[in-house]
């Protein structure tokens, strides 16, 4: 047992050494490497028509907030149309939307009420059977887009090998509360550095589900989304990838969200995130190793990317085995010090919000007094593993017991 206890701990340190590693090369990119631009730097041509799908669930906090913002945007108003789905509402969402439609023609809501399967992905799949364009924008409802970001997600479009394109998410609400800052920083990691490396260096940058479009033709060529994938975004990421698009990311395209306030939000949340992103690994793996339409870097980054939610189980699997050892009193001292000072690294260095990734884009972003905060983000280590770890469970669950999984929004706060 305890041969195989350090078997499994060495394994752990290896594939942390492996993410770390990772995330310093991405970093070293973003400061030191050719930084790839995007389209608004280079091009400005005839404006596509653009439809943008907002789905809504119980959102009458945010709904006049998100559709006052899409309708002053600075595009062609005859080359813009925009569709909210009120999926299955008990508040004042279905009376907001109508009141808007009545005054705005490009605004076609739809009201969801029938006994098909709920959640965005659905809704989704409901809207683009309507949409009147080919390029499909989706802001989730709690976001303020400002009033060039229409224009400059649809330029990516022009790009013919370009099948999606995401923007960079920023929490508006930083003032709230600690929580919304510590999560500015993880955003901030993730975007600046993580989602501009991996652009510039020609890898695997991702849709994340808001802020970014796609092609409807594309989509619809494969039946559209799956309404009991809870990570549609992930999916849609490497469906495209192996079929031969690209994903584009635009930095300098920021749309401001609501990051959540309560620690029960964020960790239902991620533990959502992390059950669809698993859900997404199980089904893809295999065609990323095999498809003839990816480098052999974009192959490596993808499986990395499919299995970042499995690091946490891992690490905590490694730490409960080692305790169960300690108390039986075989515990083999050598792997558990060289694991425990590995996870300890990992969180620094590897984890979620990287602490170097965070720091780069603090400095980036020209935002150097947040890094104040960095030593903090090592005390969610434990609240992030865990949630990560009961959704990766979850996605386990889903996968071979058959079990359909059903969408949770995440709360709102704005008064």
């Known amino acids: 047992m305890a041969v195989a206890l350090t078997v499994w701990m060495i394994a752990i340190v290896v594939v942390m050494i492996i993410y770390a590693g990772r995330h310093w090369v991405l970093t070293l990119n973003r400061l030191l490497g050719h930084q790839r631009p995007y389209m608004q730097d280079i091009i400005d041509e005839d404006l596509p028509g653009v439809t943008v799908l907002v789905p809504m669930h119980n959102e009458e906090q945010v709904a006049d907030g998100v559709l006052t913002a899409l309708l002053a945007q600075d595009y062609p108003a005859d080359r813009l149309e ?243 050892l300690f108390i039986t009193g075989t515990i083999p001292l050598a792997a558990t010090l060289l694991l425990s000072f590995f996870a300890v690294g990992y969180n620094a260095f590897g984890n979620f919000a990287p602490f170097y990734q965070v720091g780069t884009a603090g400095v980036l972003d020209g935002m150097r007094e947040r890094l104040f905060l960095l030593p903090y983000l090592f005390f969610m280590f434990l609240f992030n593993s865990w949630a990560v770890t009961l959704g990766a469970f979850d996605a386990v669950v889903d996968v071979l017991g058959g079990r359909v999984p059903t969408w949770e929004k995440t709360a709102r706060f704005r008064q």
């Open 82 to 324: 925009i569709i909210p789905i009120d999926d299955h509402s008990t508040d004042r969402t279905q009376k907001i939307l109508e009141s808007y439609a009545v005054r705005n023609p490009r605004i076609r809501p739809i009201y969801r009420r029938g006994e098909g399967a709920r959640g965005k992905p659905a809704g989704l799949n409901e809207a683009l059977g309507i949409a009147g364009n080919e390029v499909i924008l989706v802001f989730d409802a709690d976001y303020q887009p400002p009033p060039d970001i229409v224009r400059e997600l649809a330029l990516a479009f022009l790009d013919p090998e370009v099948g999606a394109v995401m923007g960079r998410v920023v929490p508006s609400n930083t003032a709230s509360g600690f929580l919304a800052r510590l999560l500015d920083l993880e955003r901030s990691g993730g975007y600046q550095v993580d989602q501009q490396a991996r652009y510039s260096m020609n890898l695997v940058p991702q849709y994340g589900g808001t802020v970014g479009g796609f092609r409807r033709s594309v989509v619809l060529s494969w039946g559209g989304f799956d309404p009991y994938v809870l990570a549609e975004d992930t999916d849609l990421t490497f469906r495209l990838l192996v079929r031969g698009w690209r994903v584009a990311y635009a930095n300098k395209v920021e749309c401001y969200e609501e990051a959540p306030q309560t620690w029960d939000a964020r960790f239902r949340q991620l533990r959502r995130w992390a059950r669809g992103h698993t859900q997404t690994m199980f089904r893809h793996w295999r065609r990323v190793l095999t498809s003839p339409n990816m480098t052999p870097a974009q192959r490596v980054d993808g499986m990395l990317l499919l299995g970042i939610y499995m690091i946490p189980p891992l690490i905590l699997t490694g730490l409960g085995l080692s305790l169960a």
